[in-house]
């Protein structure tokens, strides 16, 4: 697995993972395909080996601007790209269903074209839905399918095509599901980096309802290097579950990042709760961990504190990040807190 064709490789995971895959295998060659929307962010590759990496611009959907980025002997397509943002799906669900559910039919339909090894599609915990709190259940592989957001409908309607495709024509699958990624290059809309940027700046942190939703956090590099031995050891057709076995209340780790930043827990403000929102995600890893030997390398501490220290060294990136249509949907999403 050395020739990789990568979509939405200039968002949050997939530049952390072509960094890894780049750093990890020295004959591996990359072509990242991604439609630089709002949260695509050529920056996010700086610094990275241009030799073995091609950059280009395409939309996932458009099958001709697919096939004709995609080279004949490339062994696996690993598909990050997505609208990945529930908030937004909950505002409109138009673009999450052309994208994750078309843009994952048009490259399924472009890797049997092209005789591609291997399809590695990216998904998420959210289509198995929302936990009970304070309760011993976890997600596990076999967990019913029960999406409760737009988003998280979109994501669950792609995996159900990776698997007819599995199923249908006999193409090589694997599909992963993780939970709340943080680390690096994170777009601020998310809660982590929402909130590092905003309390940098003493401004207010926005908290869905009473804060005790619950989300399993993982280090964006493990979940990286989880993909990565998927990719290379899978079994044909199976879904891993990725996980750090990480559980945290919004509002704990709200706190937890004030406290490390030396700023006052006064900034969190509890706001309208999200529609829908889902109350736990809590992943078993124990698949992944068992087949194929992979474990999380960092712990909460160690990647908070990676985490941290980018966004604090990395202000322009962040300000560039936060400026433009960001302002609108911000207001539109918050008002003023
Ligand atoms: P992101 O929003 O940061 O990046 C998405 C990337 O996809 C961007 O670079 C964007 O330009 C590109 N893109 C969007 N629409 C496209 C299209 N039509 N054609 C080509 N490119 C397009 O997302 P992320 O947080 O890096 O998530 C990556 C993947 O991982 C997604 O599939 C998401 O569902 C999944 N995932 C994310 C998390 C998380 O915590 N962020 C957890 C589990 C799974
Ligand atoms: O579980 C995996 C999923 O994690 C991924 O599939 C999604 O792409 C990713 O965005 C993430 O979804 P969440 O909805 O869990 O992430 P988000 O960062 O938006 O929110 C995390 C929690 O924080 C959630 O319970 C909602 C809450 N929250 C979020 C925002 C943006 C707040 O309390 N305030 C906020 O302003």
């Known amino acids: 697995m050395r020739n990789l064709f990568v979509t939405g490789g200039a968002g949050f ?25 709002y949260a695509g962010n050529l920056d996010n590759l700086s610094g ?8 280009w611009r395409g939309d996932i959907t458009d099958p001709d601007a697919v096939l004709a980025a995609l080279e004949a002997e490339t062994d696996a397509i690993i598909n990050f790209a997505a609208e990945s943002h529930v908030d937004r799906s909950i505002a409109s669900a138009h673009e ?3 994208t994750n559910v078309l843009g994952t039919q048009v490259l399924l339909d472009a890797a ?20 009970p709190e304070d309760e011993e259940a976890f997600f596990d592989e076999s967990s019913p399918f029960a999406p409760n957001s737009p988003y998280a409908a979109s994501k669950a309607a ?35 980096p929402l909130m590092l940027a905003n309390a940098m700046r003493d401004e207010a942190i926005p908290v869905y309802g009473d804060g005790r939703n619950v989300r399993d956090w993982i280090y964006v590099d493990d979940h990286c290097r989880a993909i990565l031995q998927v990719m290379e050891r899978g079994r044909t057709g199976e879904t891993y579950n990725i996980g750090a076995r990480n559980e945290r209340r919004n509002i704990d780790v709200a706190q937890s990042v004030l406290k490390i930043l030396g700023k006052p827990p006064s900034l969190i403000k509890f706001v309208k709760d999200r529609l829908g929102h889902d109350r736990r995600y809590a992943i078993d890893p124990t698949k992944i961990e068992t087949e194929l030997g992979w474990r999380p390398r960092e712990t909460w501490e160690s990647g908070i504190e990676k985490t ?9 990136w962040v300000e560039s990040a936060r400026s433009g249509a960001y302002r609108e949907y911000y207001a539109r999403q918050y008002g003023t807190i």
């Open 13 to 37: 995971i997939g530049s952390a993972f072509i960094r890894l895959a780049l750093e990890e295998f020295s004959d591996c060659r990359i072509v990242n395909f991604d439609a630089l929307t």
């Open 48 to 55: 990275i080996d241009e030799s073995r990496h091609r950059f």
């Open 96 to 98: 999450f269903l052309r």
């Open 112 to 131: 049997r074209e092209r005789g591609v090894h291997r399809f590695v599609h990216i998904s998420t915990d959210e289509v198995t839905g929302s936990l």
């Open 158 to 192: 792609a995996e159900h095509l990776v698997r007819a495709a599995h199923h249908t024509f006999g193409l090589n699958t694997v599909i992963t599901r993780c939970g709340n990624n943080y680390g690096p290059r994170q777009f601020p809309e998310k809660f982590l």
């Open 308 to 316: 941290i220290r980018w966004y604090a060294e990395n202000a322009e």
